[in-house]
């Protein structure tokens, strides 16, 4: 197991495919935390007793989330920051341990594979590659249009020349 999350040796382009499959699989402890954080919240804006739903009113609920609704498309901004106000520093240590590993796969993982197509400069790559990525999820998060079009693609690029290029290696050991 070891082996998996460390930094060394090279991966084939079929277990590059495998790998990053296996990233996501690891972000699930974080997609459910999220929901875990998301609905303890709207919960306690309703102040529902989840311990015996049977005495809570279904029709009292439904139009609990009617109005909510009708109130957070009125003022999205204020119910956003009283969302992002209600977390504790058990949610924050939650968040970011859960999602660590899959980071850190990830990142072993993209590693792996530039040490099997670019051996002699994989580290510059690598924080080439990194530096990439990070810029361009703050592009496409902070901008629309054309701009965000092209960096989506060239990442596109990225990817399917990792995937498909072959190696020099024979036997990869990672």
Avoid: C
């Amino acid at each position: 197991m070891k082996n998996f999350f460390s930094f060394a040796g090279s991966i084939s382009g079929t277990s590059f495919l495998l790998r990053i499959l296996f990233t996501m699989i690891l972000s699930i402890p974080l997609i459910i935390a999220l929901i875990s954080k998301w609905t303890s919240y709207f919960i306690t804006l309703g102040n529902f007793d989840v311990s015996d739903p049977s005495l809570e009113n279904q029709m009292a609920i439904q139009a609990f989330g009617d109005e909510l609704a009708q109130k957070i498309a009125d003022n999205p901004e204020f119910y956003l920051n009283d969302f992002l106000n209600s977390f504790t520093f058990g949610w924050i240590l939650l968040f970011i341990f859960s999602v660590i590993p899959a980071i850190w796969f990830g990142l072993a993982t993209l590693y792996k594979r530039v040490s099997a197509l670019f051996f002699d400069q994989r580290k510059q790559i690598f924080l080439a590659l990194v530096l990439f990525d990070i810029v361009s999820r703050y592009i496409v998060l902070s901008n629309s249009g054309i701009l965000t079009t092209i960096v989506s693609l060239v990442g596109i690029l990225i990817f399917v020349f990792l995937l498909l290029n072959n190696s020099k290696f024979e036997n990869h050991e990672g």
